[in-house]
């Protein structure tokens, strides 16, 4: 890829985290809980490195697996799986994820409950 693709990627995924950081602060101050179990607040902290490898694993399911899987989907089951600790990220995760949608509906039978 060149230089300036992956500028515009870069570029791509701080709108996205900016969007996402934007709507879960909005979402936080307009809803009230109901119930004290309810989420109030999450921080979003992913390492720079899970988003890289969710982005290139989600380019490639598309263009090679054709799948309705992004790489906002991976980050956030990433994010499900370890609690929202994302020291615990290790790439061989990532991929485990990846193998397991190939499987239909695998994804969907991991998250019904969650």
């Not at 996402?20 to 902290?45: E, G, I, K, M, P």
């Not at 694993?57 to 994302?86: C, F, H, P, R, V």
């Not at 615990?88 to 695998?106: C, H, I, N, R």
């Amino acid at each position: 890829m060149k230089k300036k693709d992956w500028q515009r990627i870069a570029i791509l995924i701080l709108v996205c985290c900016n969007i996402l950081a934007y709507s879960l602060f909005f979402y936080r101050h307009n809803h009230t809980a109901s119930a004290s179990a309810t989420l109030q607040w999450v921080d979003f902290t992913v390492p720079a490195q899970a988003m890289t490898d969710s982005l290139r694993q989600g380019i490639t399911l598309y263009t090679e697996k054709n799948s309705d899987k992004d790489w906002i989907s991976l980050l956030a089951y990433l994010a499900m799986e370890y609690g929202g600790d994302w020291s615990k990220y290790q790439k061989k995760d990532l991929d485990a994820l990846v193998q397991k949608l190939e499987t239909p509906g695998a994804f969907e039978e991991k998250t019904k409950d969650r």
